[in-house]
């Protein structure tokens, strides 16, 4: 039980298309293993994280791929997909291999690659993690998707615009100082309140970006981190995956993730924590909205009480309990495929003391990534090993 | 350990265009879950191989998807693709969850929808499977792959195409019987040498076809079964799996399968056996130069005398080691996300006693299901649980 983290890495987030995916993630995975004494041919499976490399890279089967371009093609490999919470599920994946005794060591990763093609191919293609038959035949898109779900809490709660801003504002701010960031620059809250909308009440910065981008993870067994005399810092104490109707338009309660708050429950009872325990989140934050659905669903604070949480600064670098000091989503930016195991990346960091945006003795962090508009959530539970 | 398989079932293969894919997924899935005395409610998770919905459905997030049509969405899901291996690996994926303590009963399947779309979109869709950047776009799509690989190997062994074509008369025989298989028709020998080339020495019966299908297995954990008074009559004893380069120019060996041969021989030490305790395989015969790989990577019989295993009967329905009973793909259809777990519910039938094609005395049965050319290669070992 409790697979160890002995290398973590991600590329920097953005704009990548001098590169291709296979180079991009090899990028991330010889950065993460190049943290450990260990060297590729140590690996025994890679898992990868990928959305839409079908649709902008004319490229499926990248689990092999991957693990051709490191050297190691011999490997067991798989793709693992689950919409925007692939590599997240990627990760659960790993684990599971290590804990069933068929792998000490898993590279996995995630990567995807968004720019080159095309907003409008990229568009499409994001909308394949909704129901096509119910919800993009109609002309739904994400961002009027999490704009229902943004309405739906809005009717239920007293949130308003300048509330959902403030995710945008605070983030925008945490990435300043995130060197893999996309967006290193603050926006006001008058910025973020008077950009172009996208689908009110969501405008421009209350949705994250398209991004290219690779995030790894070496995974170990404690058994192999022994015999090799590794001493990771970081464990993954705890997961939990949990799902919900694929359609919005199925759930009872538009404006609640079901499935996150499911998978955190699972995860915090098999790590053996309270929400109160936690240090530091980093939570999918696609739209402004979904990380106040986030936090409730992490039981950071009680339902329609996420808003009062961000604007009170408590979640903030300097907060409570800190909440996407990466930037999340918003600022740091979502290569849909990279995002799970992005953020197992920057939890790591604040573990092992090193985050850019460091929260004094981070001893228990969470990572929250979620597929489509909830139908899928994954929620990680890493510890300082010791 | 040991997982067992309570419920195994595949549609028709052929043409469904009047369905969409989560209705053949779910006709799949009742008729699994319906074999034994469950209810969709007692699945702890839905794992789905499939490999094209992007392309021909519009449609990603597919586990997440089977989950909610079934009426169990708040379950985890993933969807696991390996190109043509997708479900073969899906099931691998499936007994580590079991292993891992994650899970006590998955509902295991795949599906792909291949005919509505149209036969253009599905030679590129398909195309995704091999080295985009090497192959795709120096014009080679599978069959002229496939075509390679016969040449190398027709050029080291004294093999013709009237040997490659035994295959295709062999599995089509077999699939006369077969009530779900694509072509319920026999082929002479003489029909295949003369058929319309495809990718020369390859004709059109050399080939499999485009197929619409699903298939799904219920997999269970033996405290499971103990508990619930559930006696499944096969076991998966035994997995191995294993990779290669994605792109064929980079083997030594452009006419062998080096990772089948790995995932074989580490199937077969989980499994404790050997080549010879086998009473009938079904392999990934995509096309026919790719039994006679198969069953030399298999250890059926030395490197080179494929075709004289073929050719002799000795694979034949009533020969010593029957492959294929089910007609393979080049009889039963290809419906490339639901083939790996197709071959699991063809050998599940064969140890039930209860195949088409039965092979008398059948206790130990094996899987081979390839990704691409061999870059991905997943073995399965079932035997009688007892």
Redesign the interface.
């Known amino acids: 039980m409790t697979a160890l983290i002995a290398g973590a890495a991600s590329t920097t987030f953005g704009k990548h298309d001098d590169l291709?995916a296979?180079e991009l993630f090899r990028d991330a995975a010889e950065a993460a293993i190049g943290l450990v004494s260990l060297t590729a041919v140590d690996i025994d499976a890679v898992y990868v994280g990928n959305?839409?490399?079908?649709?902008t890279?004319?490229?499926?089967?990248?689990?092999?791929?991957m693990?051709?371009y490191l050297g190691i093609?011999?490997?067991?490999?798989?793709?693992?997909?689950?919409?925007c919470a692939s590599s997240g599920?990627a990760v659960?994946?790993a684990?599971?291999?290590?804990?069933?005794?068929?792998a000490d060591v898993v590279l996995v990763g995630g990567v995807e690659m968004m720019y080159a093609t095309g907003i409008a191919v990229i568009t499409?293609?994001l909308?394949?993690?909704?129901?096509?038959?119910y919800e993009?035949e109609a002309g739904l898109t994400f961002p009027g998707i999490y704009a229902l779900m943004a309405r739906e809490y809005m009717n239920t709660y007293d949130v308003s615009e300048e509330d959902l801003a403030q995710v945008a504002v605070k983030n925008r701010r945490n990435g300043v100082s995130n060197p893999i960031s996309q967006f290193q620059e603050e926006v006001t809250i008058e910025e973020v309140l008077e950009a172009r909308p996208i689908a009110p009440p969501l405008g421009l910065f209350d949705c994250c970006p398209i991004t290219d981008g690779a995030s790894a993870l070496i995974v170990v067994s404690p058994e192999f981190a022994a015999n090799h005399g590794l001493s990771p810092d970081v464990r993954i104490a705890g997961r939990g995956?949990?799902?919900?109707?694929?359609?919005l338009q199925?759930r009872e309660d538009m404006g609640r993730t079901?499935?996150a708050e499911?998978a955190a429950e699972r995860a915090y009872t098999a790590a053996g924590i309270v929400p109160e325990d936690i240090d530091v989140c980093e939570v999918h934050d696609c739209f402004t909205i979904a990380e106040l659905l986030a936090v409730e669903s992490l039981g950071l604070c009680e339902r329609g009480e996420g808003a009062t949480l961000t604007t009170t600064g408590e979640t903030a670098k300097e907060g409570r309990i800190p909440v996407n000091t990466s930037g999340g989503l918003i600022a740091k930016g979502h290569p849909v495929g990279a995002t799970g195991v992005a953020q197992l990346v920057e939890i790591v960091k604040q573990l092992e003391g090193r985050h850019p945006n460091q929260v004094p003795d981070s001893a228990i962090g969470v990572t929250h990534n979620v597929?489509?508009s909830g139908?899928?959530a994954v929620v990680h539970v890493l510890e300082v090993a010791g």
């Open positions: 291709s296979r959305f839409m490399g079908a649709l890279d004319d490229q499926g089967h990248m689990g092999a791929l693990a051709d093609p011999d490997v067991p490999t798989a793709t693992v997909e689950s919409a599920t659960s994946r684990v599971d291999a290590i804990d069933a005794g068929q499409d293609a909308a394949n993690a909704a129901d096509n038959e993009n995956q949990a799902g919900d109707t694929l359609a199925d079901r499935a499911r597929g489509g139908a899928s």
